[in-house]
């Protein structure tokens, strides 16, 4: 019969995490999901993996991701040339909207090796985004990692705007 509860209480963590869009909020749920599987691996005989699960799944992932989480609270735009109010608008809009500190830097100010591009795993300042303007096309790029999770937020955002674009980019690593 405790089986059966702790499995139908699963199921509803389960689909309160798919569901969910706080991130705070997800690292609490998947912290109680952990803890319901330790219960259930106790409870099957397993109290090893239910040890192991408590302490891996229920303690040090939800404190990784909760470092990760609030080290992400500015979001760094480096521009290369001067650009229009409307694009600073929507810049702060989408920060506001994010509960993100914007921090605007020009493209001279950067280190030589990192103005090249938005790659790297070790830079020294982490770049959100570059922006361009395209003089032939009269609108402004946005270049974005493609595996970064505002880039989709951003695009979505920029369909109101015409005269922004959105480029996706590959991640590509290098070892700076």
Known sequence: MIKTFFLVLLLFITLSIVLQKN????VVLYSGFSLIAASLYFFNHAPDVALAEIAVGSAFMPLIFLIAISKQTTFTVMQQGHFHMEVKDFLYDFCQIENLKLKIVQSEDVFNDEAKGIYGVFRRQDIDVILNYHPKMQHYILTCKQSNVMTNKLLEMSLKYPSIKVVR????????
């Open 169 to 176: 980019t590959k991640d590509i690593d290098t070892m700076d």
């Open 23 to 26: 991130n705070k909020i997800l």
